[in-house]
């Protein structure tokens, strides 16, 4: 592995032990947390993407998300389409543009790209994949949306009902999330593909390990970890909606793994025994 190839993966070990903090911190510390969580899972996804995509593709992958994501969010505060009316805190997260924290644009172009990778090695067909990643993204905000309003990063003003459990934020956030995630995906088929070559799979391990993570990782700190009580039904929906794309991922790539594994196993046996 070059130093080129580690950085992706120093960085995602960075955003895991960051986000295993998470819960042992409050107040500013946690903001703080949240704000290098975010930071951390997006520049490991732009690095990722330049050493097997190249720079002018991670470009266009970072307008596609983090712009067009600022720019629905900025729609969002101040009308209340697509996601229903809502407002963020003050002061918490960092910079800000028209009201919505730069944070949270880095947070669509990391939660996007972990979910598009997986949509493309699960599916051939642009359409399946653009429709595969809205279902991912709605997973994802299953677990995001409640945990930052139990934390007090945003709030939300709609009479709407919500899912059992999560009955203060509208369904109509996650049927928001599900369109401007299936816009993302397509507007990302559309980038100029003569800068993306095929990449094989165990290229692809760092995003792979982060959405397992994200999918997994995320059910345990909130059934576990975090304090608030609505947190035990995201964990649930969390779990089962991201597991649409979980489950055949685990199927995929379990028999690759083995067999690396009994591969490896077998040259260290075969090695010769320092005597």
Known sequence: MTLTQRIPTGLAVATIAAQIAYPLTDGDVRDRVTMAVVALFASTCLSHAVLVRGTAWTLGFLLCTGGLGLAVEMLGTATGFPFGP????????GNTVGG?????????????YTVWTVATILFRRNGLQ?????????????????????????TWHS?????????????TNYLGWFAVAVTM???????PRSDVPDVPDRMLAVPIALFV???LGSALAHAVFLSAPELRFSAIYGLVVMGVLGVPLLARI?????ARVTSDAELRDRA???R
């Open 130 to 154: 653009i429709v595969a990643t809205g279902f991912g993204a709605v997973g994802w905000d299953l677990y995001l949306d409640p945990q930052m309003v139990a934390d007090g990063q945003w």
């Open 86 to 93: 809502y407002d963020y805190a003050v002061g918490r997260l």
């Open 100 to 112: 919505v924290p730069l944070a949270v644009a880095l947070a669509w172009t990391a939660g996007i």
């Open 213 to 215: 993570w994200t999918w």
């Open 254 to 258: 379990a028999p690759e793994v083995a």
């Open 159 to 171: 009479e709407m009902a919500g899912l059992p459990g999560l009955g203060h934020i509208p369904v």
């Open 185 to 191: 995906a397509f507007a990302i088929s559309r980038l």
């Open 272 to 274: 010769p025994k320092n």
